[in-house]
Each structure stands twice: as C-alpha cells, then as structure tokens.
T-cell receptor, first 111, second 115 residues
Framework: QKEVEQNSGPLSVPEGAIASLNCTYSDRGSQSFFWYRQYSGKSPELIMFIYSNGDKEDGRFTAQLNKASQYVSLLIRDSQPSDSATYLCAVNRYNFNKFYFGSGTKLNVKP | SAVISQKPSRDICQRGTSLTIQCQVDSQVTMMFWYRQQPGQSLTLIATANQGSEATYESGFVIDKFPISRPNLTFSTLTVSNMSPEDSSIYLC????????????FGAGSRLTVL
C-alpha cells in the first residue's frame, strides 16, 4: 500500500469552477499535510499546509483535513487556466522528518 | 522561505560516467533531502543528507551509487555514479527550514539524460 494516494487525473474543470483534489494516506501517525503545485518542467512549489482537522483557507485555496478518515483535500475556487498543473499531496511525521508524496493529480482548467 | 540553488540545471552524460549535483541554500536549514522524479512520476526520496555524517538512504538507494555529502548546514552534493540510461531523471534538492512550519522547499532541479 502506498503511503499517499491520489487520483492521477486528468481532472478537467471549466474556468471559474471549483476544482476538488483529493488525497488519502495510510500512516495514522502522519501529523502534517501539504499541497504542492508543479508546473510542467518546474519543481514543486508549496501552496498550503494543514495540521489540524477541519478547513484552512488561503485566498482561492482551501485545504481540508479529516484525520479519522485519513483524507486530505484541496479546493480551488474560481479556477483559472493558470491553475493548470499537477498537484502533489505530501504527508509528514515529525519524528521521522520524512515527506511522502502522492503521485499527483493533473488539473486542466479550460478557458 | 529558503532559496535553493542547484547546479547543473541539466546535463547529458555518457553511460558509465559520474556526475555531481550541487545544492546551496541561502539560509541555515535543519534538514536537506534529495529526491528523484522520473518522467511522468512523482517524487521518490533518495536520502536525507546529514550534516557531517553519512546520509540516510531510503530502501532501494545505496551509498555506492548515490554518494551524498553535507559538509555544513547550507550545502550538499549528490553524485550519481556509474550512470546508466535508467538514471535519466530529474534530481531535486530540498530543504526544511530551521524556523517556522516544517515545510519543504525545492531547488529548480537537475535534469540528467544518460545516453
């Protein structure tokens, strides 16, 4: 079983819609959760991180965490073509200081 | 957040040769890591670069193939030894900062093509 699982997509949404990206993880000891965006040919860049159950909002982005269900999601409101990228979910356990990445979900926002 | 510089950004190498990738961070960081990203794939952790001591390798990666150095808090190197075409990949240096949230920042990556 993979540490972090994501649907590879592609997920296609029209411009202005809400894009919903999902991620599940296997290690209940995971304590921090991250969403990275990776444009083609570029390195990953951090969008958001979340530690506590519930929602965390930053501009058009909302991260949602449900530790009981071992589920993390990222919502992108008012999606723009510039949001088209691969979104990587990552989890971390403080005591191991390792970050495990999912395979990424490719998002296409159509004008 | 920390700014990470990696070089070379890309290289084309011959089979059997070795290449060293350098990673420089502009601030002191607690942890430095090396990842590999093969075409169309996600990131695979190669090793944690430990300051002044041997790196900690993940399953499937060995020191003879991927020797790593970290002489101080801001600099690390990864060598890909005796390269084969299967080593063609993007190699990413990353760091976790000393203060604030435990987030990873990545360098721009080094794209290696082995012929």
């Amino acid at each position: 079983q993979k540490e972090v699982e994501q649907n590879s997509g592609p997920l296609s949404v029209p411009e202005g819609a809400i894009a919903s990206l999902n991620c599940t993880y296997s290690d209940r000891g995971s304590q921090s959760f991250f969403w990275y965006r990776q444009y083609s040919g570029k390195s990953p860049e951090l969008i958001m991180f979340i530690y506590s159950n519930g929602d965390k909002e930053d501009g058009r982005f909302t991260a949602q965490l449900n530790k009981a269900s071992q589920y993390v999601s990222l919502l992108i409101r008012d999606s723009q073509p510039s949001d088209s990228a691969t979104y990587l979910c990552a989890v971390n356990r403080y005591n191991f200081n390792k970050f495990y990445f999912g395979s990424g979900t490719k998002l296409n926002v159509k004008p | 957040s920390a700014v990470i510089s990696q070089k070379p950004s890309r290289d084309i190498c011959q089979r059997g040769t070795s290449l060293t990738i350098q990673c420089q961070v502009d601030s002191q960081v607690t942890m430095m890591f090396w990842y590999r990203q093969q075409p169309g794939q996600s990131l695979t952790l190669i090793a944690t670069a430990n300051q002044g001591s041997e790196a900690t390798y993940e399953s499937g990666f060995v020191i003879d193939k991927f020797p790593i150095s970290r002489p101080n808090l801001t600099f690390s190197t990864l060598t890909v030894s005796n390269m084969s075409p299967e080593d063609s990949s993007i190699y990413l240096c990353s760091a976790m900062e000393k203060s604030g949230a435990n987030v990873l920042t990545f360098g721009a990556g080094s794209r290696l093509t082995v012929l």
